[in-house]
């Protein structure tokens, strides 16, 4: 398994995070299988984004998607987002 860890500024967490939930089920058929929202304690308008996918070309392809580059621009996304990618080599449900 996947995970990517997505770091950006937004103009406005709510407006972003209503861009964010239109957009679920372009994730879904992107290949996302998991996913979690941080926002920022110090900083609302920070937000990290945590994506589950199968395999690094699933990501891959999702990173570079279109509708991807759209929603964000839509969203509100200031700047390059930071994009993290790593293997998953332990995942512990308490």
Do not use: C
């Amino acid at each position: 398994m996947i995970a990517s860890f997505v770091k950006h500024k937004v103009d406005n967490f709510e407006a972003w995070k209503k861009v964010y939930e239109e957009f679920s089920k372009v994730r879904k058929e992107k290949g996302v299988i998991g996913a979690s929202v941080l926002q920022e304690i110090s900083d609302p308008e920070t937000v990290i984004v945590v994506h589950e996918f199968d395999n690094l070309d699933v990501a891959s392809r999702f990173f570079e998607s279109e509708e991807l580059k759209n929603a964000m621009k839509n969203a509100g996304v200031q700047g390059q987002p930071e994009i993290w990618i790593g293997n998953v080599k332990e995942r512990t449900p308490f």
